[in-house]
């Protein structure tokens, strides 16, 4: 069974006979676990409607460009920056015409440019078609533009014909979808990663905690698992899933954290720790409920044991890898973190109100000793892929 849960994926049906076959590939994808969105050119919605897509997928379907409605609902650029791929299937002889020139007349082509995300084409066509040099030639324009081909297949044609042209089947393709997000760059690799928020008991009932969601720490345990590395969460009180392939270790307090990581530590490869841990907890915990009997009570405190530090002093220290959730001077106060903690990277972000801990989107500033490099805002699952990338990336270099 493939895996595509979390992933936002538009599927570009465009006007070839095969169109039919999308409507078993939607359910593919979100049987998958895939969000899926369907852009329908004009030529598509002659051989499917938009009432089938949209009732299979759960969302409305986008056709219209210059539509003020379709543009306040959800504009082409946003669309463009929601999708973590597109998938074109079919593509028709003209789309992939239109897509290898560049043209932005309709919503599919000018999404395809707009996006940053991977675009892959299914072609469906008669073998004459597909043949003609004019076809290949466009096929050959959008190899080098770096989209991605699925198929086509050869056999019985719906015009009688027998030859290449042919989509693949819907499973195929949903099986090539989930390829484009298995990289395998962290391959065998072992990891631990923090995530969430800890929460550090005033009373039995109390406890000081900070707004961290744990999205950003899930996304790249998610991102991990699928790059084919074994990875351990460890993780603070959150309402999230844990991602599949992961192991979850589940803890409350800064202390509980640190001695979770400590024990997994000096056997990982990688740690991230992106958990907001706690910098200090309540130095007496009371057995009971705090009544409400004084105006004022005071609440001493004491340092938490520091995680990240801790681990970067091992003996035989992974690749560490930090964070810092900075409100000023994002890049100064990261810099200082991490050579102060001797740590291999940082991921900083700017935190405060609406940015970045109970944002579903975020941006990272990624910098090691030597290096300085900007993740822009996008989607915490799509930057969680691009970080485990740039973190693959280091950890081989260094190793
Ligand atoms: C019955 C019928 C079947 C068609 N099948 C295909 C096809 O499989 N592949 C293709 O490239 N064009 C096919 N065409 C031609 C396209 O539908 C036509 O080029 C259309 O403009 C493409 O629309 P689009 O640009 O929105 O993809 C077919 C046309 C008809 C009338």
Redesign the pocket.
Known sequence: MINLSNKQIILGV?????AYKSAELLRRLKEAGANVRVVL????A?FVTALTFQALSGNPVHSELLDTKAEAAMGHIELARWADCVIVA?A????IA?LAQGETGDLLSTLCLATAAPVAIAP???QQ?WANAATQKNIRLLDENGVLQFGPGEGNQ?CGDIGPGRMLEAEQIAQLTADIFHTGSLAGRTLLITAGPTQEAIDPVRFLSNRSSGKMGYAIAQAAAEAGAIVTLVSGPTALNTPPHVDRINVRSAQQMHDAVMQHADKCDIFISTAAVADYRPVHTADQKIKKTQNTITLELQKNPDILTDVAHLENAPFTVGFAAETENLEQHAREKLQRKKLNMIAANLVGEGLAFENDENALLVLTANTKQQLTLTSKFALGRELIEVIARHYQAAS
């Open positions: 465009s006007g070839s006979i095969a050119t004009t030529g598509g002659e079919p028709s002889a003209n789309f239109r469906a066509m008669n078609m719906a």
